[in-house]
């Protein structure tokens, strides 16, 4: 069974911080990773891709990925309120769920940052 | 441009009767997917479409839900006979194609049955 586990949270941090969200995959063939974020009865929207290992940067989000230890992260510089909410990290690869290229979503971690 | 498009954003219907819900693809996407989300929960694969491909029903949870997917653009999902714990939000995105790229999500049916 192809899983991907995220801690479901809450994480709090306060406003300014740097918040670290952390994913592990158990498929070492996952190619592609995405981060998504879910505010409180919407629906998940894409704010980071990221394909290969290192870093990658687009203005406070930062996701990190290692192949090697089957690891994804996504850091949030200066944390902000209206940063609060969900945020799933999905995998996709061959094979997953018996359907080519399908993500598999962990179940999310739920971020609050207070004022 | 426009985005994943979903009707009804609410539905509320009785137990035991049918209900259809519409997705609208981005517009170019070949792959389209269902999900259902329960409150406070993750979200569940139901079924995806990719082209004129065969969809992967392999999510699907009982055959009172089926999907079809007309001209490779616009998608009904149908929960025959609904029964209480189908009320859920269920979510639409769609992809250029399967392999590797992101899915972009609608805003989703919100469905309660009584």
């Known amino acids: 069974q192809k899983e991907v586990e995220q801690n479901s949270g809450p994480l709090s941090v306060p406003e300014g911080a740097i918040a670290s969200l952390n994913c592990t995959y158990s498929d070492r063939g996952s190619q592609s990773f995405f981060w998504y974020r879910q505010y409180s009865g919407k629906s998940p929207e894409l704010i980071m891709s990221i394909y290969s290992n290192g870093d990658k940067e687009d203005g406070r989000f930062t996701a990190q990925l290692n192949k090697a230890s089957q690891y994804v992260s996504l850091l949030i510089r200066d944390s902000q309120p209206s940063d609060s909410a969900t945020y799933l990290c999905?995998?996709?690869?061959?094979?997953?769920?018996?359907?080519?290229?399908?993500?598999?979503f962990g179940k999310g971690t739920k971020l609050s940052v207070k004022p | 441009g426009a985005g994943v498009s979903q009707s009804p954003s609410n539905k509320v219907t009785e137990k035991g009767k049918d209900v259809e819900l519409r997705c609208d693809p981005i517009?170019?996407?070949?792959?389209l997917y269902w999900y259902r989300q329960s409150l406070g929960q993750g979200l569940e694969f139901l079924i995806y479409?990719?082209?004129?491909?065969?969809?992967?029903k392999s999510g699907l949870p009982s055959d009172r839900f089926s999907a079809e997917r007309t001209g490779g653009s616009v998608s009904t999902l149908t929960i025959q006979r609904t029964q209480q714990e189908d009320s859920a939000v269920y979510l639409c995105?769609?992809?250029?194609?399967?392999?590797?790229?992101?899915?972009?999500f609608g805003d989703g049916t919100r469905l309660s049955i009584l």
């Open positions: 999905a995998v996709s690869g061959l094979d997953y769920g018996g359907s080519q290229g399908n993500l598999i």
């Open positions: 479409f990719q082209g004129n491909s065969a969809p992967d």
């Open positions: 995105a769609s992809s250029t194609r399967t392999v590797n790229q992101p899915q972009h």
């Open positions: 517009s170019g996407h070949t792959a």
